[in-house]
């Protein structure tokens, strides 16, 4: 069974530009997570998707941020325009349901400069 | 070892060993409790979950102990090997609205020496 994957792994652009980030949950996966750490910071949460619908945008730090999952498959996290302070790494995880272990991908390691 | 500021605790045991990680968690209404190990370059991966109405749960060289009176957590490696060499993280779900929801601790670095 393939795990969640995230692309790009890595990427660096300047302030004020735009970048999408990508997640394919488990196949079969309602639940879909995004999280983020930032530099010296814990994993916070940012949102959680039940299928194409959002859950829980508590996380979302502003409207720079917009999330979307069309169909219910992946999902992707768009920044615009991206700020130095967004800068640090970007999990998405996704589970059966609410309250089953959530596995995570890799994440994608963003740098704004 | 509890988080602090900005400066992951810290743990180092010898080949053999067994190792206790802890967590001290924030909701009492948290229900479902996770651990979590992370290598460098990787996500967080699954090791072992508990929910609230257990207070012990064993799985392969590792057990957690959910201590909901002081809001604890523990995990404890038999046989703490080379490759347990991580970051180990604490998660909480609080349940209601947010169900889902994962709140992490900071972490605690495990150095395991051969």
């Known amino acids: 069974e393939a795990g969640v994957t995230q692309f790009p792994s890595h990427s660096v652009i300047e302030k004020g530009q735009t970048v999408t980030l990508r997640c394919d949950p488990i196949?079969?996966?309602?639940?879909l997570y995004w999280y983020r750490r930032v530099m010296g910071k814990e994993i916070k949460f940012l949102l959680h998707?039940?299928?194409?619908?959002?859950?829980?945008e508590s996380g979302m730090p502003n409207n720079r941020f917009l999330a979307e999952r069309t169909g219910g498959t992946y999902s992707t996290l768009k920044v615009q325009p991206a700020e130095l302070e967004d800068s640090g790494v970007y999990f998405c995880?996704?589970?059966?349901?609410?309250?089953?272990?959530?596995?995570f991908g890799d994440g994608t390691r963003l740098s704004i400069l | 070892g509890e988080s602090v500021g900005l400066h992951l605790p810290t743990l180092s045991v010898q080949e053999g060993d067994n190792s206790i990680i802890n967590c001290a968690y924030s909701?009492?209404?948290?229900?479902?409790f996770i651990w979590y190990k992370q290598e460098s370059g990787k996500g967080p991966q699954f090791i072992i979950d508990?929910?609230?109405?257990?207070d012990k749960r064993q799985g392969q060289r590792v057990t957690v102990l959910l201590n909901k009176t002081v809001k604890h957590l523990s995990l404890q490696i038999a046989a703490t090997q080379p490759g347990d060499s991580a970051v180990y993280f604490c998660?909480?779900?609080?349940?209601?609205?947010?169900?889902?929801?994962?709140?992490f601790g900071q972490g605690t670095i495990l150095t395991v020496h051969p």
């Open positions: 995880a996704s589970s059966q349901q609410p309250n089953q272990p959530q596995h």
């Open positions: 196949s079969g996966h309602d639940n």
């Open positions: 998707f039940v299928k194409e619908s959002k859950q829980d």
């Open positions: 909701n009492s209404a948290s229900d479902y």
């Open positions: 508990i929910r609230s109405n257990m």
């Open positions: 998660a909480e779900n609080s349940g209601g609205t947010s169900y889902g929801k994962l709140t």
